[in-house]
């Protein structure tokens, strides 16, 4: 069964987003992978690494699966109507509306979530109510034909999951074996419950402005909505 997936590439990109689902999905046969963006120019991520869109959001490209990753790059697009209604039209064509982290924040804006259960990044879930979201505290929540996942490694357990609703539980499981993907952490900070309070404080207290700042960007993308449908 041939597929086509569509990523959305931004400057600020969080590199880990994008890579994990894209390493799983380039493993399928029959697997298309293009690489949105408002220009084919090379833009950089979070971590600086350069990426290339492989097409323009004006290309005619049809997708079966639509994936948003996060990143700190995501908060001017909350309020870029042309990604906006890009992801809203993509997202009455595909099969899946997928986000990794905080992706959904543009599935948020895009009116996508409202109503649905969903995820992200644990520092920033408590904003995702601010769509009309129901959060939920899951690393991968499927809600319909919508599928989010948590924070940055999860794209990797995301892009799996998908696969095997795809394909089926045997092809993932053998990328996995493939990927050699055997998380055993030999640290237990991965999530704010197994943290240490020292770490937990010291995540939240370096994330405090980005958290205000999405904050009113949400509440910015909800009250510009709400003044749409009153006119």
């Not at 991520?45 to 323009?56: L, Y």
């Not at 509306?97 to 979530?113: D, E, M, R, W, Y």
């Not at 109510?129 to 899951?138: K, L, S, T």
């Not at 020292?198 to 939240?204: E, G, M, R």
Request: charged content about 15%; hydrophobic content about 45%; aromatic content about 6%.
């Amino acid at each position: 069964m041939a597929i086509t997936v569509g990523f959305l590439v931004f400057p600020g990109i969080q590199l880990l987003d994008l890579a994990g689902p894209y390493e799983i999905f380039s493993a399928l046969p029959d697997c298309t992978v293009h690489l949105f963006w408002k220009s084919l120019d090379p833009l950089a991520s979070s971590a600086g690494m350069q990426i290339v869109p492989t097409a323009t959001l004006g290309d005619d490209l049809p997708l079966d699966v639509l994936c948003i990753p996060g990143g700190t790059g995501i908060n001017p697009l909350i309020g870029d109507e042309e990604v906006i209604s890009w992801i809203r039209q993509q997202a009455h064509a595909v099969r899946f509306v997928t986000s990794v982290c905080t992706g959904a924040f543009l599935l948020g804006a895009a009116g996508l979530l409202r109503g649905k259960r969903a995820t992200t990044h644990w520092r920033y879930h408590d904003l995702l109510a601010g769509f009309g979201a129901i959060p939920v505290q899951e690393r991968i929540v499927r809600d319909d034909n919508i599928i989010t996942g948590g924070g940055v490694t999860a794209g990797i357990d995301f892009g799996l999951t998908l696969v095997t609703l795809l394909y089926g539980q045997t092809t993932a499981d053998e990328i996995q074996l493939a990927l050699e993907y055997a998380p055993d952490p030999a640290f237990q900070s991965g999530t704010p419950n197994t943290a240490s309070a020292t770490v937990l404080q010291a995540v939240t207290r370096r994330t405090e402005a980005l958290h205000a700042e999405r904050k009113s960007l949400v509440a910015q993308s909800v009250a510009g909505k709400a003044g749409e449908a009153s006119c």
